[in-house]
């Protein structure tokens, strides 16, 4: 039989504001254990929680980026269940009246677009972190655990999408655009290394055609976008297997392990949760004026969707290009910059950073905007070989170089002595000695074979050890042959 | 009865609390008799009226996005039952 998967992702994106959602205290990444605490984020009885407001609007902003309808009024409640790291044994969130509802986000597939429905975004506070001591770390054999309550407290919104997801890759390419829009409406950094974007995915399987869903298993410890679509393509497997055999899949929680690329069971629900929501008397309820909502709306800044239109109509580039250099808002910003210093074609500029630059930047994992070569650099070697100094292939180990050292281009070429061999007399020597060397191929050649051409470009450039001028050589070879 | 002995141990087991077999039956009772009093409520035709969310004429506090002082660690850990290398220490969880 034939099985689809329906997943949904749930996005919990911790908000870059400067203080925590009901108190003052700093929300700073990476403080010294239990130094931005006071009585609030501790649950001290007797201590009153206050909205941020800054929060608020992130969240609005952030529904009115994904055509969300944005509440007019709307609460916190309480979620009520015991664990370590939350002081209070109850979490502020919001329940029924979420501040945003039933957006959208559009996906660019390869070879086909599709729409992922948005239920809902709410607002709630991030738990403390929790060190487990003894049993390699890991909470199951732990002898005990530390309790850090630096995070506890630190604004959290949690986008839930509709169950519209129906392969790994949409997954990870709507988790991707959701942190561009993010990350462009500057309201997180969404950094997955330090969990200030989480992903948790619900999937199940049914057959093709059939409307009911199966049972689901909710994935966790999904902590970067290759995890999120590796986990679940490994569900798929498993869940497939299980029903083919006629094994009934049962509701749980799993966890993914990237090391051994496997799911495990992390609980199962024996019975389903009972938080016993109730609205937070503490907390006052949150009424807001349409106007006030329209001048959001009204400065929002450009989001992905329009700068990759942009990118099409005002640069030429193909929809794949624009793709792709949209998909982190560092990427599309690094293209501009580098695209105002230069006065050639963009799309040799988008070739460039999505080809060599970006080769480089996943193999050694760096961030295009923490990376040593800058859109100056890229725009100097690009000009270096618009105006013949250097040759494409000396390009390529010159961004290599770059990549490595931070020098200019400039100074890699004279520094190693790369600029191309443009003299008609020293490649005509050169097109002299390739046929010699090589009679079968001219042979070749003159038997109306053109891969042999190319060849003996191939034998040119290599002794010219890649320095030599690719359209000076192309020209002598013809003329001579 | 509404309330049943199963309910009063669901309800203290979300509680975290543990109470013996007279107990359960004691509180089934109490908590019936509040349920009841409560279930006037129902009477009523409230079909007109908004849920409320609060029970005071209050919207809208909100505060600043502004940083302010904290606890210093050691007095955030002065009432810690356990603590360890500047952090709460709590039991194994699982």
Redesign the interface.
């Known amino acids: 039989m034939e099985y689809e998967s329906v997943i949904g992702l749930e996005i919990h994106v911790e908000l870059d504001t400067e203080s925590k959602m009901f108190c003052s205290c700093s929300t700073r990444f990476g403080e010294a254990p239990n130094t931005q605490t006071c009585p609030v984020c501790l649950g001290m009885p007797g201590s009153l929680p206050v909205p941020n407001k800054k929060a608020v609007e992130y969240v609005i902003r952030t529904g009115l980026a994904i055509f969300c309808d944005i509440s007019l009024f709307s609460q916190f409640h309480r979620k009520n269940y015991f664990y370590p790291d939350m002081p209070k044994n109850y979490q502020i969130s919001q329940y029924d009246i979420p501040l945003c509802i039933d957006g959208h986000v559009d996906l660019e597939m390869e070879d086909y677009a599709t729409t992922i429905g948005v239920t809902r975004i709410h607002l709630e506070e991030d738990t403390g972190k929790l060190l487990h001591i003894g049993g390699a770390g890991r909470i199951a054999g732990a002898d005990y655990s530390q309790v850090d309550f630096n995070r506890a407290g630190v604004p959290l919104m949690e986008i839930v999408s509709e169950p519209d997801i129906r392969t790994p890759e949409e997954a990870k390419t709507y988790a991707q655009k959701i942190r561009a829009i993010l990350v462009s409406l500057g309201v997180s950094d969404c950094n997955m290394d330090q969990g200030s974007m989480r992903v948790d995915a619900n999937i199940s399987l049914r057959p093709v055609g059939r409307e009911e869903f199966g049972v689901k298993a909710e994935l966790k410890n999904l902590n970067s976008f290759r995890s999120l679509q590796r986990g679940l393509a490994y569900e798929i497997e498993r869940q497939t297997k299980a029903l083919q055999s006629g094994e009934a899949i049962v509701q749980e929680t799993r966890h993914w392990d990237e090391t051994k690329n496997t799911t495990s069971t992390l609980r199962t629900k024996e019975y389903a949760h009972d938080y016993r929501y109730f609205p937070d008397p503490d907390l006052v309820p949150m009424e807001f004026d349409p106007e006030w909502i329209e001048g959001l709306r009204a400065e929002l800044p450009e989001l992905p969707d329009e700068r990759r239109e942009r990118y099409m109509k005002d640069f030429g580039l193909p929809a794949h290009d624009a793709n792709l250099l949209v998909e982190t808002k560092a990427t599309g910003d690094f293209f501009e910059a580098a695209v105002a210093l230069y006065s050639g074609d963009a799309k040799i500029m988008s070739n460039w950073i999505l080809g060599d630059l970006t080769y480089y930047l996943n193999a050694e994992n760096v961030e295009i905007d923490a990376g040593e070569v800058k859109p100056a650099h890229l725009v100097e070697m690009v000009d270096l070989i618009d105006d013949g100094t250097i040759s494409g292939k000396i390009a390529k180990e010159i961004i290599s170089e770059m990549f490595k050292t931070g020098k200019m281009p400039k100074a890699i070429v004279e520094e190693k002595g790369m600029t191309q061999i443009s003299g008609q007399d020293e490649i005509a020597k050169i097109v002299d000695d390739v046929i010699a060397q090589n009679p079968d191929a001219v042979q070749e050649f003159h038997d109306g074979k053109e891969r042999a051409f190319g060849f003996l470009v191939g034998q040119a450039m290599r002794l010219t050890k890649g320095r030599g001028n690719p359209q000076l050589i192309n020209k002598l070879l013809k003329e001579k042959l | 009865m509404a309330i049943s002995e199963k309910d009063v141990k ?1 309800v203290a087991w ?1 509680a ?1 609390l543990a109470l013996s077999d007279t107990e359960v039956e004691r509180f089934a009772k109490q908590l019936d008799v509040i349920l009841e009093h409560a279930g006037k409520i129902a009477e009523l035709d409230t079909k007109d009226v908004q849920p409320t ?4 004429p ?14 210093a ?1 050691e007095v ?2 002065a009432n810690a039952p356990h603590q ?11």
Do not use: M, S, T, W
């Open positions: 669901h979300l975290r969310a609060h029970a005071i209050l919207k809208n506090v909100l505060r600043e996005d502004k940083v302010g002082r904290c606890l660690p955030a850990l360890e290398d500047q952090a709460f220490v709590v039991p194994r969880i699982v």
